[in-house]
């Protein structure tokens, strides 16, 4: 079992077929016995690129309609969803000062590295980190992190 924190570009990997997504679903089998967490930030993101799929008819609207609805249902029992907290929304602040970051990415990146901060307080293995968010990837090695990104497997 190992700890993974899968960010927005990730997740979608799941739910729709693009390069990863074998990976991504393997990865998230319950039979590995994996802990998943994402942040709360993902519950907007991931419905988004989930709708922009279906807006540039990549996906139907009835698709749309049912990977929503299975990635809500997931986020109740498949994920442990990190808050978005004054003090992650800080630390994504201050993490703004050295790394040229989106917003969204900082909030990424400041809840990685606070569940990180978590497990190591527990003694635990750290999250690995899967995003294919190649700029995202940039400053995640910068600070430490492991890293997945689902674009390496076919």
């Known amino acids: 079992m190992r700890t ?3 960010d ?18 393997t990865l998230c089998n319950p039979a590995h016995d994996h802990e998943l967490y994402i942040s709360q930030i993902a519950l907007v993101e991931v419905v988004r690129a989930i709708c922009i799929k279906a807006h540039d008819k990549l996906i139907t609207n009835a698709d749309r309609d049912r990977l929503v609805t299975l990635f809500r249902r997931d986020s109740q ?3 442990g969803v990190l808050p978005l907290t004054d003090s992650v ?12 970051l989106r917003s969204y990415d900082a909030v990424q990146l400041a809840s990685v590295l606070v ?3 978590e497990t ?3 003694r635990a293995s750290p999250p690995i980190f899967v995003t294919a968010d190649r700029g995202l990837i940039t400053f995640a090695t910068m600070e430490g992190l492991t890293i997945e ?3 390496n497997y076919p």
């Open 89 to 100: 929304c800080t630390y994504a602040g201050d993490l703004c000062y050295s790394h040229r």
């Open 4 to 6: 993974y924190f899968l």
């Open 8 to 25: 927005s570009s990730a997740i979608v990997k799941r739910y729709v077929g693009e390069k990863g997504h074998a990976w991504v679903v």
């Open 149 to 151: 990104n689902p674009e």
């Open 120 to 122: 190591l307080l527990k």
């Open 77 to 79: 029992s498949a994920y």
């Open 115 to 117: 569940l990180r901060r």
